[in-house]
């Protein structure tokens, strides 16, 4: 069954320091999704990507964060310079579609990133 | 704005007895919600979903809820618990109008006891 998959599945860095977190969403999907879930805390939405560009964007999402799709099967979330209060797990997503009524367009998550910030 | 209420941090169940997770939901627009389970140091999966056909929506390892617009809940039902039910279930809720933004619940943990 094909399924997301994310690289690292743990990354320690420094505060300051710029990660990127790489993530394969599932092949004839079209959507993309960034979510995190910080410690204890509930999943929150960051963005959502479709066709090379951010279709939707959360608060969390500031300039220190950038996503990419730099070829036919990556999805990257990058932090320019990453704080203490970034350490979460970021999770990606993919749908197939994303309006109802065209298809399917649940959500399938990757296992997730555990981000330490130092 | 959407968003979802769990009314249960945690619900402890014994092994082969019913298992209830309450979820109500708020939504400006006809809304999808599903249910997702999350297993220790695992991803997210998802159980179930609703998105205006039945009410009564049958989801994996015999997991079901009832969609009840009037009291605006999606309560997760199980009839008998297993040991592997043990997890982090989260309602989340969706608007269908267009992109697919995902609204989570804080999370009800079940536990269940031999």
């Known amino acids: 069954e094909p399924e997301v998959t994310q690289t690292p599945s743990h990354q320690v860095t420094q505060m300051g320091q710029e990660v990127i977190l790489r993530c394969v969403p599932i092949?004839?999907?079209?959507?993309f999704y960034w979510y995190r879930q910080i410690l204890g805390q509930k999943v929150e939405f960051l963005v959502s990507f479709y066709n090379n560009e951010i279709s939707e964007k959360s608060e969390i999402f500031d300039d220190q964060f950038s996503v990419e799709r730099p070829d036919g099967s990556n999805f990257t979330l990058k932090i320019r310079s990453t704080k203490l209060e970034d350490s979460a797990m970021y999770f990606c997503?993919?749908?197939?579609?994303?309006?109802?009524?065209?298809?399917?367009?649940?959500?399938?998550f990757g296992p997730g990133t555990r981000l330490t910030v130092t | 704005a959407q968003s979802v209420t769990q009314l249960d941090s945690h619900v402890s169940v014994s092994e082969g007895t019913p298992v209830l997770l309450r979820c109500n939901y708020s939504?400006?627009?006809?809304?999808?919600l599903f249910w997702y389970v999350q297993h220790p140091n695992k991803g997210l999966q998802l159980l179930l979903k609703?998105?205006?056909?039945?009410?009564l929506v049958k989801g994996i390892n015999g997991f079901e809820a009832e969609f009840k617009k009037s009291e605006t809940s999606f309560h997760l039902t199980k009839p008998s618990a297993h040991m592997s039910d043990a997890a982090e279930y989260f309602c989340v809720v969706s608007d269908r109008r267009g992109f697919q933004k995902l609204v989570f619940g804080t999370g009800t943990r079940l536990l269940v006891s031999p």
């Open positions: 092949s004839n999907h079209l959507y």
């Open positions: 609703y998105t205006s056909a039945a009410t």
């Open positions: 939504s400006s627009y006809s809304p999808s």
């Open positions: 997503a993919s749908s197939e579609l994303g309006i109802a009524g065209q298809g399917s367009y649940e959500q399938y």
